[in-house]
């Protein structure tokens, strides 16, 4: 009871004077009197409120004079959160906690005083706390991306890959703010390769960026184009070590990355995707070293196709039977479980492809579902298109094509409006992204104007905004892709209403401005023709309603473009197929080519 009232005294008081000789005592002998008792001590603070104890042990950090009170602080704090995120209730901060912790926390990491030998047991506090903060509280925290760049831009740029490795997963705009810096230096240390532990931390730095990027749902367009970029990076840093004759270099920095590599993937589970980079890097690697260093490479090889090929066959299995449950159940019974229960993302997955199924076999007519049915699936998909977490990946997309199924019912056959879907993708509330792409997965002619018009104000000006040219090409540019895919679909949705007309003048000519200036800059690589790509998808969907109006807008805008200079012939190939595309699908009586300018935006010559 004494010993409780104690440790009680120590996480209350406001000087660290006392929990800093508790810290000096436990580095004594064990059997000493002093150890015992501050062992006591020690164990009843983690146990009473772990969140004060670690704010009081980052203040002997920031505060003492002694070198080996400062390390001694640290390495106590790391050891005792190691032990604490093992444990199968995880402990968690109070956000009171945390709102001390966090800024002192980056004070310690950016201190003068704070040396690499420090910053590598500092990281394995700073992932403990930004697991609290963005996993367990859901919240973010922008001063450490802040101080990653800080750190990144430092003298020092290893001590940014340090904090960086050890990170959870966080979100997008975490990433946006160091991600140019953190690989610009990464590459200079491939460039001009000196200690092996720095090269080996670049190459851990690229690995964990694409787990990050693919975790946050970057685009696979990009992540392809980052990976022959970063691979390429990395394979021309091996050749030169190679031909300095430097093997055991590389041996080391691959024996220090097959350390991290396992840890990492083992604590966050990796994805078949994510083992994907590594992989292609390894068999780049694989095929310009020597035979010593081909051994470690084969290891680390190792480490990603053994645990994939022994889970996937517990994943197919667990499939299997989930498949074999919902075949048996009725579109709404599937999207109930969907809407209500807190399945895995990969049961989510299924169980929305299978309902595609169902509803698509509806709209084929291959099964009737009742319109009774159809209309109690409206409520519930509305539901799952705003639900929390769900992130914009295979799964929505695969929602989109649900959502279309059911519209295309209401909209078409039953000549209904679907006044929430419409309220979805025009509401200020829903992210530009989402409702671009449900917009655009409707396939169907939307000619009742209050449904067209509410989508139209709300998507017009985010659609003119992200037209223009992104400034960067090594970011994740969907935005631009998905403003020149929406003002696509807005225009031909909106070519037959005169009153729209000026509307779709500003969005073709905005279109045209930003694919010139992007070849201006010599940005095209994979953005344009990405945005190419999604038109030619969307035309080979919406076809079998065009009429002369949508024929003579497509062919003057692929008039337009393709006579814009300096454009890829890959890039050209992709309009030439929409060109063939629309003279095979649209009907011979609605093929009438454009005679001028005003003509192709169904203006008013006058």
């Known amino acids: 009871m004494n010993l409780m009232l104690k440790a009680r005294e120590i996480l209350v008081s ?9 810290i000096d005592h436990l580095f004594k002998r064990q059997d000493s009197e002093e150890y015992k008792t501050s062992r006591a001590l020690y164990d009843i603070c983690v146990s009473c409120n772990p969140g004060c104890l670690t704010l009081k042990l980052l203040k002997v950090y920031q505060s003492s004079s002694s070198g ?6 640290i390495s106590q704090l790391s050891e005792t959160l190691t032990y604490l995120k093992n444990q199968i209730v995880f402990s968690k901060f109070s956000l009171d906690s945390l709102y001390e912790i966090k800024p002192l926390l980056i004070l310690c990491l950016t201190m003068q005083e704070t040396k690499e030998s420090d910053i590598k047991i500092l990281r394995k506090i700073v992932s403990f706390v930004t697991y609290n903060v963005v996993e367990l509280h859901k919240d973010k ?19 940014a890959f340090h904090v960086f490795i050890d990170l959870p997963p966080v979100y997008k705009s975490f990433i946006g703010k160091f991600l140019d ?3 610009e230096e990464a590459s200079n240390v491939f460039l001009y390769p000196y200690r092996v532990e720095d090269w080996s931390l670049a190459l851990q730095t690229f690995v964990k960026m694409w787990i990050q990027l693919e975790k946050t749902g970057v685009t696979v367009e990009l992540l392809m184009a980052l990976m022959e970029i970063w691979i390429s990076s990395v394979v021309n ?5 190679v031909e300095m004759k430097k093997e055991q270099f590389l041996v080391r920095g691959l024996e220090d990355f097959e350390s991290f590599f396992s840890g990492d993937m083992n604590l966050y589970h990796y994805t078949k995707d994510q083992f994907h980079f590594v992989l292609a890097s390894m068999n780049e690697i694989e095929g310009v070293v020597g035979t010593e260093t081909k051994e470690i490479v084969r290891k680390i090889k190792m480490l990603v196709t053994e645990p994939y090929d022994d889970l996937k066959n517990r994943r197919e299995e667990f499939e299997r039977g989930w498949y074999d449950i919902l075949k048996d159940l009725s579109s709404l019974e599937v999207l109930k479980i969907l809407a209500s229960s807190e399945l895995e993302d990969r049961s989510k997955e299924i169980a929305i492809r299978r309902l595609n199924v169902l509803l698509s076999d509806h709209t084929s007519k291959k099964v009737q579902i009742d319109i009774s049915e159809m209309r109690q699936l409206q409520p519930l998909l509305i539901s799952c298109l705003k639900e929390e977490g769900l992130s914009f990946n295979s799964m929505f997309k695969v929602l989109g094509e649900v959502v279309n199924h059911v519209a295309y019912e209401m909209l078409i056959y039953q000549e209904e409006t679907w006044y929430e879907l419409r309220d979805y993708i025009a509401s200020s509330k829903t992210e530009f992204h989402r409702a671009v792409y449900i917009f655009q997965c409707l396939t169907m002619a939307l000619i009742d104007d ?9 998507l017009f000006l985010e659609i003119i905004t992200r037209l223009d040219p992104p400034r960067e090409l090594l970011v994740d540019n969907s935005s631009w892709v998905l403003a020149f895919m929406g003002g696509f679909c807005l225009a031909i949705h909106l070519i037959e209403m005169s009153s729209k007309a000026e509307s779709v003048e500003e969005i073709a000519h905005k279109m045209i401005d930003s694919i010139r200036e992007l070849m201006e800059r010599e940005m095209e690589v994979g953005l344009v023709k990405r945005g190419f790509r999604d038109v030619e998808s969307i035309v080979k969907k919406q076809l079998e309603w ?3 109006s949508q024929y003579k807008f497509i062919k003057g805008l692929l008039w337009r473009l393709y006579a814009i200079k300096g454009m890829k012939w890959e890039s050209k190939i992709v309009l030439w197929r929409i060109n063939v595309i629309v003279e095979r699908g649209v009907k011979e009586e609605e093929k009438e080519l454009p005679e001028n300018e005003f003509d192709w935006l169904n203006l008013n010559a006058e």
Request: aromatic letters at 6%; proline letters at 4%; hydrophobic letters at 45%.
């Open 14 to 22: 406001e000087s660290h004077e006392e929990v800093a000789m508790v």
């Open 68 to 73: 080996i009170l400062r390390l001694r602080s």
């Open 141 to 159: 925290w922008d001063e450490l991306g802040d101080c990653i760049l800080s750190l990144a831009s430092s003298k020092e740029p290893v001590k």
């Open 181 to 183: 810096k953190i690989l």
């Open 237 to 241: 840093s091996v050749k030169k070590l």
């Open 450 to 458: 209050d449904f067209v018009i509410p989508v139209m104000e709300n």
């Open 546 to 548: 065009y009429s002369t």
